[in-house]
């Protein structure tokens, strides 16, 4: 499985900004899994951002982009995004996607987002 993330950028604070992730691999059937997008700022963890079900009919958020970031899928092109408003200097992190597959995560290569003024 191979998950590239795109969409980063440096913005200002109050603007915005959409990452994509697009997942592939041979036998990777990308409907089937629920999708995250994780981030990590400098000198601490990373952590969960935004998750979505398989299906996109659940989805959760920290608290601390709700309200302001809208996780969605396009299963048909194995494509998961992160619409991302309202950017703060506190969230400038390097944006991961991740996908459990059993006990194995997959993750991406990350993508910078860098908001200042």
């Known amino acids: 499985v191979q998950l590239v993330e795109s969409g980063g950028g440096s913005v200002q604070p109050g603007g915005s900004l959409r990452l994509s992730c697009v997942a592939s691999g041979f036998t990777f059937i990308f409907s089937l899994y629920e999708m995250n997008w994780y981030r990590q700022a400098p000198g601490k963890e990373r952590e969960l951002v935004a998750a979505?079900?398989?299906?996109?009919?659940?989805?959760r958020y920290a608290d601390s982009v709700k309200g302001r970031f809208t996780i969605s899928r396009d299963n048909a092109k194995n494509t998961v995004y992160l619409q991302m408003n309202s950017l703060t200097p506190e969230d400038t992190a390097v944006y991961y996607c991740k996908c459990n597959i059993g006990a194995r995560g997959y993750w991406g290569q990350g993508t910078q987002v860098t908001v200042s003024s």
């Open positions: 979505i079900s398989s299906s996109g009919g659940r989805i």
